[in-house]
């Protein structure tokens, strides 16, 4: 089964950095919109206010008219960009920050005796009041102070209300450009970020799908940094854990099956060995019988013809061990007695390793080899028990091949919905094998070509072995003819 993302754990959290950052800029957009302006205003009345006070304490000592007053009234008017008059009971200007005095003179004279009805209050005391005003000769908005100061002259401070909404409009213009700025390049930081930090994650998550698989070779590689790579180290355990119970099941279910199978089998066998071994050992023992008798009644005197004798019963006593320990081996096979055990290990590492073993046959064959270039291809089987499977088909390959003497060693994976196997084939040039032989060739002691078969000392049982192998480990096995040869082939489970 395959799990599909719709949403990658990157994608998430870059997403909620991004509408956070985004959340947080409009927010500062907004405040910044609503109450910038009241904040200014706020600001500039305490700096009307700190004018007022300041005027009043200099006039009060009678120091109007000093340098340092007139810089230091310039820094304030500067600064917070007011303007201010100031005048004494006979309407004399005492001191002024502009040079429109009769402007501010006419504002001064209507503030007391012809008040604007629009004025906003801000604040008043017995000596000030404070209050927006519109000017409307040039139609703009003031903020406004008047008065009486401590020696009784009068005065006039204000400040234009609309450089304030300026100021506010292009503060929050540079915000939402610095916003929309920052947003950018913090989504594309952000976005490699996250990659770097989910990278684990998703390797993880690799690994995770190739367990489901039951293919136990990846593993994570961890940084010893974090809780990811702990959770690495422990997927890791997981891997061998499992790999190691899956071997052990599989080993034990194997030796299941077969002990059902074989147990109803066991007496027939017995049966069976001991008529077939009667059968294939009558040969040889007649042949060593009789050469043996010739050598004693000294049939023939001169000393090849001894040696002739003394090769053929060496010959066949030679015959004869190497089938009774294939007979044993297959005994022990369809007994029951010998324990497979199902391992994983990579077929295409096995199979190099036995050509390198027999490349001398090759040789000595004038044999042309062919083998499938393959990646590593992990299988669940005996190792020791599939060598010999291989051993058996590759010499009956050399001893029978033929023609243009290639022999040609291919893989092929097979996928199913809930099976995985890879097919190994070994296939030789030469004569196929007749069609009536072909039922009866994995039956012990059966030979095609019997002639044949004796001449390079074959005893009809390395077939059998191969089935019983095959068929303790609940595989399949074949053969194929072609018009220029033969092919074996078995299977194994990769899965």
Same mark, same amino acid.
């Given at each position: 089964m395959r799990y599909f993302i719709k949403h990658s754990i990157k994608q998430e959290i870059a997403l909620i950095f991004i509408a956070v950052m985004v959340g947080t800029v409009?927010?500062?957009?907004?405040?910044?919109?609503? =109450?910038?302006?009241?904040?200014?205003?706020?600001?500039? &009345?305490? $700096?009307?206010?700190d004018a007022y006070s300041r005027i009043n304490e200099v006039v009060t000592i009678g120091d109007v008219s000093s340098e340092a007053f007139d810089v230091e009234l310039r820094k304030i008017c500067d600064m917070y960009n007011i303007s201010l008059l100031v005048i004494d009971a006979g309407s004399n200007i005492v001191k002024s920050s502009t040079r429109d005095v009769n402007k501010l003179l006419r504002r001064l004279y209507d503030n007391f005796f012809n008040p604007d009805k629009d004025f906003i209050h801000l604040?008043?005391? !017995?000596?000030?009041?404070? $209050? /927006? #005003? %519109?000017? &409307?000769?040039t139609n703009t908005e003031y903020l406004e102070m008047w008065g009486i100061l401590n020696n009784g002259n009068l005065f006039l401070i204000r400040s234009p209300l609309e450089s304030i909404r300026d100021s506010v409009k292009l503060s929050n213009?540079? +915000?939402?450009?610095?916003?929309?700025? #920052?947003t950018v390049i913090s989504a594309v930081l952000i976005w490699f970020v996250t990659t770097r930090v989910t990278r684990p994650i998703m390797e993880l998550k690799n690994i995770s799908e190739e367990m489901t698989k039951l293919n136990f070779e990846t593993k994570y590689e961890s940084r010893g940094q974090n809780e990811i790579d702990l959770l690495g180290e422990h997927i890791n355990a997981l891997s061998a854990t499992l790999e190691k119970t899956i071997s052990e099941l599989k080993t034990a279910n194997n030796e299941l099956l077969r002990d059902i199978e074989q147990k109803e089998q066991i007496d027939e066998m017995r049966k069976e060995f001991l008529s077939n071994?009667?059968?294939? +050992? &009558?040969?040889?023992? #007649?042949?060593?019988?009789?050469? #043996?008798?010739?050598?004693? *009644?000294?049939?023939? !005197?001169? %000393?090849?013809?001894?040696? =002739?004798?003394?090769?053929?019963? %060496?010959?066949?006593?030679?015959? %004869?061990? /190497?089938?009774?320990?294939? +007979?044993?081996?297959?005994n022990q096979l369809e007994s029951g007695n010998?324990?497979? /055990?199902? *391992?994983?290990? !990579?077929? /295409? $590492?096995?199979?190099?390793? =036995?050509?390198?073993? $027999? !490349?001398i046959l090759v040789s000595q064959n004038g044999v042309h080899l062919r083998v499938d270039d393959s990646v590593p291809i992990y299988v669940w089987a005996d190792e020791f028990k599939t060598e010999e499977i291989v051993r058996n088909f590759f010499s009956n390959a050399i001893n029978h091949?033929?023609? *243009?003497?290639?022999?040609?060693? &291919?893989?092929? +994976?097979?996928? *199913?919905?809930?099976?995985s196997r890879v097919r190994i084939s070994i296939f030789n040039t030469g004569e196929p094998i007749p069609e009536e032989s072909l039922p009866h060739i994995w039956e012990k002691f059966y030979k095609v070509d019997k002639a044949r078969t004796r001449a390079y000392g074959g005893s009809g049982v390395g077939l059998s072995i191969v089935k019983a192998i095959m068929e303790s480990m609940n595989q399949q096995y074949g053969v194929i003819n072609y018009t220029n040869g033969v092919e074996f082939w078995f299977e194994l489970e990769t899965k």
């Open positions: 409009i927010l500062c957009w907004i405040i910044n919109n609503s =109450f910038l302006e009241n904040f200014y205003i706020q600001n500039k &009345k305490n $700096a009307i206010k604040d008043e005391n !017995d000596k000030y009041y404070l $209050a /927006t #005003a %519109m000017d &409307k000769s213009q540079f +915000l939402a450009y610095v916003g929309i700025t #920052a071994v009667s059968h294939e +050992l &009558k040969t040889p023992i #007649a042949l060593i019988q009789g050469y #043996a008798e010739g050598l004693k *009644e000294c049939i023939n !005197d001169d %000393m090849e013809s001894r040696d =002739f004798y003394c090769d053929v019963i %060496m010959d066949e006593a030679g015959k %004869m061990n /190497t089938m009774v320990r294939k +007979l044993l081996d297959l010998d324990v497979i /055990t199902m *391992e994983r290990f !990579d077929i /295409t $590492a096995l199979i190099r390793n =036995f050509i390198v073993s $027999a !490349d091949v033929n023609g *243009e003497k290639i022999i040609e060693i &291919k893989y092929r +994976l097979i996928e *199913e919905e809930n099976n």
